[in-house]
């Protein structure tokens, strides 16, 4: 097995600092290999508990998160060179032995793992157009009125767990047309009770979800309802809700991001779906220097235009673009699994320790699981079963 050097950057906030102590812990635990954290210790709220630190003074008119990044896309500049290394963000948490085993997957210049969502829907998260603020505020709003229907028809809590679970069997039936159109004929010839599994069933008399007791878990949307409280509009033929300019409230995708990045590096490109990377996890060494470099400009060039956000990903996917990287491998989920909590597919298998993002149709012996946001959510299984890893 490779051996490598694992590097965490951070500086700045408590919140930050602690979350670095917290995946370090679980590092150490598992891992046998190296691990050095990059810093600026003058911005930092407390010190760092950890024998392999370098301290790096950052420029003094960044803020602190630009100041991470400096230290993140310049890692380069600021390690012993000749080394094999893998960068991790402070909430990368490491819940396997196998974590090491991510330095035999190098392939140069340089490996990142996967993002979970393509350039056109990261586009908003990168740059200051609007558009993500405009569907989120008209989700707000849908969102609003279900509650309001939903909470004060359903108040058991085991009967709203249940609804959750509805809802998840929706989003899978979703990604299968064949699934989908089989369910449709099964609803169009059954009256007045729809099976729609073994534990769910719909009354299309009452228009309301059952379980196996007879207990209504979820009221079918009144669409009449909704549209004159709301405003928004409601497509019969596509099924799917629009705001009042016509825009999907649900599709939150736009080309600003591969716009801008044309306008300012003249890097085309072409695949606007393009499956991007993710910068939470990367392994790199002295063939990653050019890249680096090139990466590291242009995020320090973006941090003087107001269009864009204080983030690393935008020009990370121009970078791989100007290299003719776009084919190049990724590293497996299980490197990089990313814990997104609003996605219901995230589950956990305790007795196999596996992870899906998909309700199980793919699965993952995860080693290092990245927890972006929801951090110590105690109420959410992914994260009870990261603190059995403990």
Same mark, same amino acid.
């Given at each position: 097995?490779?051996k490598?050097?694992f ?5 700045? %906030? !408590?919140?930050?600092?602690?979350? @670095?102590? $917290?995946? &370090? ?6 891992? #046998? ?17 950890h ?7 950052t ?20 390690l012993?060179?000749?080394n ?40 908003s998260?990168?740059?200051n ?15 609003e ?10 108040k058991?809590?085991?009967l709203? %767990? !249940?609804?959750?679970?509805?809802? @998840?069997? $929706?989003? &899978? ?6 699934? #989908? ?74 080309n600003?991001?591969?716009?801008y ?10 695949d ?43 020009? @990370?996917?121009?970078t ?20 997104d ?34 951090w ?15």
């Amino acid at each position: 097995m490779n051996k490598g050097t694992f590097v965490f950057v951070v500086c700045g %906030s !408590k919140e930050h600092i602690d979350t @670095l102590h $917290f995946s &370090l812990s679980y590092l150490k635990k598992y891992s #046998k290999n190296n691990i050095l954290v990059l810093t600026d210790s003058n911005r930092n709220e407390l010190p760092i508990e950890h024998d392999s630190i370098i301290d790096v003074k950052t420029p003094e008119n960044y803020n602190h998160h630009q100041a991470s990044i400096y230290l993140k896309t310049g890692i380069h500049k600021f390690l012993p060179s000749g080394n094999l290394y893998c960068y991790l963000d402070t909430d990368i948490i490491a819940v396997s032995s196998n974590c090491d085993a991510i330095f035999n997957e190098f392939i140069a210049p340089i490996r990142f793992a996967p993002d979970h969502c393509q350039v056109r829907k990261f586009s908003s998260y990168a740059i200051n157009c609007g558009c993500l603020k405009t569907r989120e505020r008209d989700r707000e709003i849908f969102n609003e009125f279900v509650a309001e229907v939903q909470g004060t028809s359903i108040k058991d809590e085991a009967l709203k %767990s !249940k609804s959750k679970a509805l809802q @998840l069997e $929706f989003d &899978l039936l979703k990604k299968s047309w064949f699934k #989908k159109a089989i369910t449709a004929v099964r609803y169009f010839t059954s009256y007045p009770i729809f099976k729609f599994n073994k534990e769910f069933h719909f009354n299309k008399k009452s228009r309301t979800w059952h379980d196996t007791s007879g207990a209504i878990v979820m009221y079918e949307m009144d669409i009449e309802k909704m549209q004159k409280a709301t405003g928004l509009k409601y497509n019969k033929w596509n099924q799917k809700w629009y705001n009042k300019i016509g825009e999907d409230i649900w599709f939150d995708e736009c080309n600003h991001l591969t716009e801008y990045i044309n306008q300012e590096f003249k890097i085309e490109i072409k695949d606007k779906n393009w499956q991007h990377w993710n910068g939470g996890v990367f392994l790199f060494n002295n063939e990653s220097h050019n890249f680096l470099n090139s990466w590291f400009e242009k995020t320090m060039h973006i941090f003087t235009l107001p269009n864009w956000k204080t983030r690393d990903q935008g020009t @990370l996917i121009a970078t791989a673009w100007e290299f003719g990287l776009e084919n190049h491998p990724t590293l497996s989920k299980q490197f990089n699994f990313i814990a997104d909590f609003n996605n219901n597919g995230v589950q956990v298998n305790q007795d196999t320790n596996q992870l899906t993002d998909d309700g199980f149709v793919t699965t993952y012996n995860a080693s290092l699981v990245h927890v972006y946001h929801h951090w110590m959510d105690k109420s959410w299984p992914i994260w009870q079963w990261i603190e059995s890893k403990a």
